[in-house]
């Protein structure tokens, strides 16, 4: 299990084990089958590769252990997503510029090429169809977050409603978005 949390630390100080940039540790197990109420362990770090704009490399990511149900949870800053090695933000950014700018998918790749050599057509495509996929979950989250996510009338066509929902988030923040999703149903918005 992974726990997002709130850091105004950026990624790159996170690619050395400092326990000061994480949370303390939760006081009552979060599994559903368990949740004693009992404080939780450090149990060292683990690392993972993380790409982003501004910093790619490994980052530590430290984990705790119930010493109950011995099952063990790790606290994920809010730029990270689970199962995804780019960054939740730029993921967010790339996919509202490729949607309000009126930019070809080849144009916005190719500008994005210095600062992430490794994003490919395939990638963005991808999360594309990824939003799609999760769009039932997404706007239940959103209509959790806010209700003025809420939307009104005929329902939109898919391609219509990831236009609307990355405005909504763009106007939210990303980073706000990436952490109230996760703390509403404990999985990422791109999480299958």
Do not use: F, T, V
């Given at each position: 299990m992974q726990i997002s949390f709130y850091t105004d630390n950026s990624a790159q100080d996170f690619s050395f084990k400092d326990h000061t940039l994480f949370p303390e540790a939760p006081y009552r197990c979060p599994f559903k089958d368990c949740s004693m109420p009992v404080k939780l362990k450090k149990h060292?770090?683990?690392s993972r590769f993380f790409i982003s704009k501004i910093f790619t490399g490994f980052i530590f990511l430290r984990r705790y252990i119930c010493p109950v149900c011995g099952r063990t949870i790790s606290?994920?800053?809010m730029f990270c997503l689970q199962g995804f090695q780019y960054s939740g933000i730029d993921i967010l950014n790339l996919l509202h510029e490729l949607y309000q700018g009126g930019i070809s998918l080849r144009k916005l790749i190719e500008q994005t090429k210095s600062k992430l050599p490794t994003l490919e057509r395939r990638h963005l495509n991808y999360y594309r169809k990824r939003i799609v996929k999760n769009r039932n979950l997404i706007q239940y989250v959103l209509n959790l977050i806010s209700p003025e996510f809420i939307f009104a009338?005929?329902?939109?066509?898919n391609q219509n409603w990831v236009k609307t929902f990355l405005e909504k988030v763009q106007n939210l923040h990303p980073h706000v978005f990436l952490l109230d999703f996760s703390l509403h149903i404990g999985k990422q918005f791109m999480t299958s």
């Open positions: 060292g770090y683990y606290m994920l800053p009338g005929s329902i939109p066509e």
